[in-house]
Every structure is written in C-alpha cells, then in structure tokens.
C-alpha cells in the first residue's frame, strides 16, 4: 500500500537553529499538507500545499515556517530560528484530491519527531 | 470556526468486548466530513473511518462502526469484538468543505485488556 514518508524520524536541535523536515507524498497526490502534536496536546493543522503555492495556513504557521516543493517528489518544512515550543511531532500528509466532491481523505506519514534544547 | 471535542480522555475495554467512543463538534457548514484516525504507539496517524455528512447511512469498516447524529453533531465509534491491537489513541476529526484542514478533537486514550 501507498504511503508518505517522513525523514528524518527524530531530530534535535539547539534553540536558534533552522531545522528541515522531508516529506515524500504519495506520488499520484496532489495536496500536501503538514500538521503538528506537541506531546500530549490535540493534532494542530499547520499548512496545506497545492499547485505549488500554499493554499490555507493556520495561525500557527508564522514567518518563521516556509514550505516548499523543491522537485517533483519531496515536500519540505522549513523551521526557521528555531525555540523550544516548537518542539512537537510534526506530520506529513496527503491526498489526491480536496472538497467534499472527492476522495478528501489523508494519508499521513509517520511524523518527524523535533527536539529543541 | 470548527471545533472538535472528545470527552473521554481515556477509556478501557476486555479483549473481545465492545466499546463506543464518544465525539461532538460544531461547524457552520452544511457538508463536511467527520473521520476518526488512530494512533498506535508508533505515533502514526491510520484512518479508521470517514463519515460523509451528507449521507444519513453510518458508515462501517469491518469491526468498526459510527453512530452520526448529524442534529445533534455527535459522531461516535464503536469497536465490536475489541483486539489488543486496537490499544491506540483515537481522534475525532472534522474536514470542512473546502477539505483544506482537518480540525482534531483532543483524542481518546483506549486500552484493550487481555
């Protein structure tokens, strides 16, 4: 069966550092989306991806994220200056199509556990 | 704005035994989507279910099955013939129209006793 998948599985990082998550979609998927649990807490949308230009982000997803396509297969969260809230398991996801007319259903990847001392 | 809502922070059921988890939630839209995700101790987020709210027939996977009570924005998952496999967090949540972004509820802890 299809599935994303995330790289790296866990990082840690030092406090001001930028830190890159990767995502590899299911290749026929067409929205890409990234979500984020901070332990214990509820599972918080972050942004969501098409066309290759963000098409809804969460108040969350502050100048300090930035995502990106940078080839046909990987989908990136970028984590600038990095602080200690931001640590949290972040999670990939995507889906062929969007809207109650479609398929609308997610397939997540297995998360990149973020370390921030 | 949507919210989701999981009253029972944890729960426990014997082996082979049934169990219903509880989810409400509140949205202004009139389509929309309700899914419950499990999540094993891996961490990964696994669908379980999806429920459109246009259609009145609860939806059912194998042992799995909801109770959608579209008045009342109750949405509830029931687990028949529980299995240790099943221990796993369970969110509740709701897509809007758009299907841009899921809302998740704050997750029901279950544990299925040998």
């Known amino acids: 069966e299809p599935e994303v998948t995330q790289t790296p599985s866990h990082q840690v990082t030092q406090m001001g550092q930028e830190v890159i998550l990767r995502c590899v979609p299911i290749?026929?998927?067409?929205?890409f989306y990234w979500y984020r649990q901070i332990l214990g807490q509820k599972v918080e949308f972050l942004v969501s991806?098409?066309?290759?230009?963000?098409?809804?982000k969460s108040e969350i997803f502050d100048d300090q994220f930035s995502v990106e396509r940078p080839d046909g297969s990987n989908f990136t969260l970028k984590i600038r200056s990095t602080k200690l809230e931001d640590s949290a398991m972040y999670f990939c996801?995507?889906?062929?199509?969007?809207?109650?007319?479609?398929?609308?259903?997610?397939?997540f990847g297995a998360g990149s556990r973020l370390t921030v001392l | 704005a949507q919210t989701v809502t999981q009253s029972q922070p944890e729960m426990s059921v014997q082996e082979a035994e049934t169990v219903t988890l509880s989810c409400t939630y509140d949205?202004?839209?009139?389509?929309?989507?309700l899914f419950w995700y499990k999540q094993p101790p891996s961490r990964q987020m696994i669908l379980v279910i999806r429920?459109?709210?246009?259609?009145?027939q609860n939806a059912t996977e194998n042992r799995f099955s909801v109770n959608f009570q579209k008045a009342a924005k109750s949405f509830s998952l029931k687990i028949s013939d529980s299995q240790l496999g099943d221990t796993a967090m369970y969110f509740c949540?709701?897509?809007?129209?758009?299907?841009?972004?899921?809302?998740f509820g704050g997750g029901t802890r279950l544990m299925v006793k040998p």
């Open positions: 996801a995507s889906s062929v199509r969007t809207g109650v007319s479609g398929a609308n259903v997610l397939t």
């Open positions: 290749s026929n998927h067409l929205y």
């Open positions: 991806f098409y066309n290759n230009e963000i098409s809804e």
């Open positions: 949205t202004s839209e009139n389509n929309y989507y």
């Open positions: 429920q459109e709210a246009y259609k009145q």
């Open positions: 949540a709701l897509c809007n129209n758009a299907g841009n972004m899921l809302t």
